[in-house]
């Protein structure tokens, strides 16, 4: 069984910054792959930043060039680097891993964008 934990959200101002983190229980070193969803109010969970284990990232055009995900192995973590926040990047971020085909989910980390 895989657990993910998210942490880093909170408020922010417009044109900020935050880094959230995904600490998950075991190797995330066998992890096909992992990466962040968001889900705004009143709409569906998208995609916000993926990494295969091969280290390959993609974007969702919205935050192309704004956010950078990582992930390090020998921390068992994966990170999401959020630069020039904007209000629709408001919603509660999730940290997703498939592990051996099977979809794991933390239980989400608020972002708030707001003067």
């Known amino acids: 069984q895989v657990q993910l934990v998210e942490s880093g959200g909170g408020l922010v101002q417009p044109g900020g910054s935050l880094r959230l983190s995904c600490a998950a229980s075991?190797?995330?070193?066998?992890?096909?792959?992992m990466g962040w969803y968001r889900q705004a109010p009143g709409k569906q969970r998208d995609l916000v930043a993926g990494?295969?284990?091969?280290?390959?990232?993609n974007y969702a055009a919205s935050v192309k060039g704004r956010f950078t995900i990582s992930r390090d192995n020998a921390k068992d973590a994966m990170y999401l680097q959020m630069n020039s926040l904007k209000p629709e990047d408001t919603a509660v971020y999730y940290c997703?891993?498939?592990?051996?085909?099977?979809?794991?989910w933390g239980e989400g980390t608020l972002v708030t964008v707001s003067s």
């Open positions: 990494i295969t284990s091969a280290g390959s990232t």
């Open positions: 075991g190797s995330i070193f066998s992890f096909n792959a």
């Open positions: 997703y891993a498939n592990h051996y085909g099977v979809d794991y």
